[in-house]
């Protein structure tokens, strides 16, 4: 999961970068000082399912506090137990991230480029710092595939059919690079299907939830694919 | 990038001076387009494009001198000289100085290479930010008692700084530039770029006619107008009087031109040992057990299959003397090789052989007349001369002979008051760092590596005690011994870090180490690099008030279990506060099924909102800590332990995080692999 302040120009001539390295510390495995929350001012309850994010952005903006990530400060977390379950986890989650987006008060036109392969931010582009309003968008493989796939149909519709075939060609690289983590899952093709398939599904009801939360708390979101790690890094 | 954590941060300079200054190579494309702007290095070319530079110069250096944080840019190479140039190569460089308030770690540096990026983008002639960030120069730093920058010493005292903007830097901050040090120390960053550089670079005689140039000149700082005059008159360096503009397409051997330069570059520190005054030093060196071994390495093997050589090991220690500001710590034994054939063949081969094959950090030592130590480090292979000037303990070592050898007296002067200053502003940045950790713009989690930060304490102390007392000691259980013995306040301390140290490097057993061990060794580092005498420092076992917060709803089960591992806890809790956020199970049971085995508190909260829960945690906690997990987390023994470890780093840490990792749930399900896949594991 990729939560990302970007750039704030506001405060400065110059780049004045605000990085959650790409990972915010969840509720689930989060202590705080007493003092610090009180500066903080809390939690903030219209941040609903999202306040550790919130609680994350405004540290992160803070000049006084830092976050540590400590060695050994492990939990085990239990998965949902039902498919509808982690449908509507990821949905709820989705759906309020765009507040703590929206609070931190950022303008512009944010867009990245998010190399599953490499696991990083490959390129970043900062446009109409002036706009009054937060679009922020990670573009990854799954989407160029999308965008593609969309193409593609769009112009067999309309009779250009040299143009969706090589449309089509790039849709068929672009899924096959996204679901190189489906394929080295190592587990029987059938069972590697399914999760395949529950990891697109899941992506899909994410980013719909991200983009129409973000709507409704007037900012514009696009989430980055959610990829497995093999642990955090930063940055 | 590592992450920049404060023990890291406190100096390392080592690491970010290795990894910054790696040779990158460029692409052919540019190397084509480099040609033919040479080309046009002619009448009325030459006029344009030397205005081009001008214009390149007024847009980007105005625009980064005009940062508040910027006292003065200075420009150096040939296109300042005001001599012949070739445009559209690289003969523009620049010093920034930054002002004293600066700090390395202050966003300003930050700020000014994405100025310098986003203005470059219409001159890409003038070379990218990560070769000029090797050419800052923090007055801060200096005033500290950290040396200032090599490389703008020697164009200071050659008279080859020409300020561009800003206001010039103190007159006395000049002062003894261009000594015997300066030279030698040029001499070796040139030997490094010999060695380093591609065939793409070195395959044209202009290359080599700059490295020879530049050494002579270093011949002529340390007094050596004879040895330059000879030098000039050999037969083999005649190219040195001819145009650049011609040398640029006539072609070079790179092996054998290195050759010839590392024997001239051995001829010069020759001639320095021969006419500076010497001295007979004496320093207990570890006696050096070098053995006939091949090291089990990929990257070894890989070398054994393209050239012959012959392996022997050196045991952990220092390289040089002196405790240098740029010191290379051997922490594990270092493999030496020593070549059957020619230099650069050898030289290049490991550094193919280490860029492919090699671990991270591997190093080799490759042995010869000037030894070149070949390290392979994140993202690519750097190496580096060791002078016999000055590293001329290197040879006893070798040898297995420790004890006494000569060095130069101007030279080992230097050195030693150079490290004198060094270790002292280390000690005012430890002190500085004590408690604090400095706020970065980015990342935004920060992250310790107490391996890290310990091998620099180690490195320290053992070039602390070198240079005090004239005694080598490589082992941390022996050093903190030694130390323990002049410091007995701190000598429990001591041993513990020692313990721990070992422990964190796999070389001691595990158990409970105390928790505020990295705070204490920060405040011993601050007081015994600044000369204290019988340091104490705070106590190292601390205890903090913790509470843990858990917000449940219906899920009893859940619950019962994360309580369960709160009472095998290795630092248990001192408050469990749970908030039941309107639970219709069997919560209330199991909370009082605990009551008896944890320091248990409980609320109801009839709203369910999850944000509003949390904050009646925070109000109600009775601990200034409060560690939140949820009902459906399995806390691993030591988890409080850690919290606790990692609040006491420092006071303006506001929130400690960590992992969490995936509980497999009993029976296998699609669901479960997508979590253990794609959703833990990750924060």
Redesign the interface.
Known sequence: ?IIELPFDTSK?P????????F???????????????R??G????????S?DVD??FR??Q??????????????????????GA?VRQLWGWGFHVGWPYRKTGLRGVHLYWFSNRRRKIAADLELFPGLPFLVCAYFTDLHAAFAAGVASAASAATGHSAAAAALAGLFAFFFWRYTRDDRE?G?PPW?AL??GA??LL?NAVFSAAVLLGGLKHGVILLPAT???????E?? | ???PVQGVVIEHQLASRLRSRRFRPRASPVQILQRLLVLLNLWPFEGLLRALYRVALRRVIGRVAA?PGVQAVYGTGSFFDGGRCLLGLSDVDFFIVLRPAVERLD?DR??IG??YERERRLFPFLGPWYEKEQSLVFLGEVARGFPLLESFRIRASQGRLKLIAGEAVPAALLEGCGSLRDAVVEAESLLRVAASRRDVHSANLRFWKKLFDKLLGCARIAGLHAFERCARAREDLKFLEEDEAALYFRRADPAEQFERFDALARELFAQIALQAPSSDIEVQVEPASLVEARAESPALAALGRRIDFAVRTLPPGRLGPFPRFSQIAIEEPLTVLGLRGPLHTGLRAAMAALAAHGAEDESWLVEAAISYLVVKLEGGVDVFPLSPLLYPDLGARLAGAPGRFSAVRALHQEERSLARGALRALGTLYAQHDGR?H?L????????D?RVVLRDVWHRLRGLVALEEGREISDPRALAAHLGHAHPRSAAFLAELADWSLHLNGHGPARRFSNNLFRCAHQFMAKVLEGGRDIEVMPHQIHLG?SVGIITRDRAA?LREALQSLTSQARPPDEVYVVDNGSTDGTEGVLADFKSLLPLRHVHLAEA????A??AV?EG?AH???????D?????P??L???E???L??D????????????Q?PERS??????????????
């Open positions: 999961m400065s110059v780049l004045r970068r605000y990085r959650m390295a990972f915010h510390f969840s509720n689930n495995n989060l202590a705080i000082r007493k003092s610090c929350a500066d903080l809390g939690y903030d309850p219209a941040a609903k399912k306040e609680l994350c540290l992160a803070s000049d006084r506090w830092v976050a540590l990530r400590e060695q050994g400060v492990t939990v085990r977390h239990k998965a949902r137990r039902s498919f982690m899952t587990l069972q399914k999760l529950t990891h899941i959610i990829i497995p790690t093999k642990g955090p930063l940055g | 990038m590592p992450g940062h966003l930050l700020e994405a100025l950790i706020k713009p980015f990342p935004c989690i920060y992250r310790e107490d913790l859940d909102s999850i944000p509003k949390r904050n925070l906690a200034e800590i409060v560690c939140f997990t949820d459906d987390c399995v806390l691993d030591g988890w332990a850690a919290i470890r990692a609040f780093r420092a303006n840490i506001g929130v400690v995080g960590g992992f969490v990792q995936h509980h749930a699609t669901v479960d692999s997508y979590y253990g896949r794609y959703h833990h594991n990750t924060t």
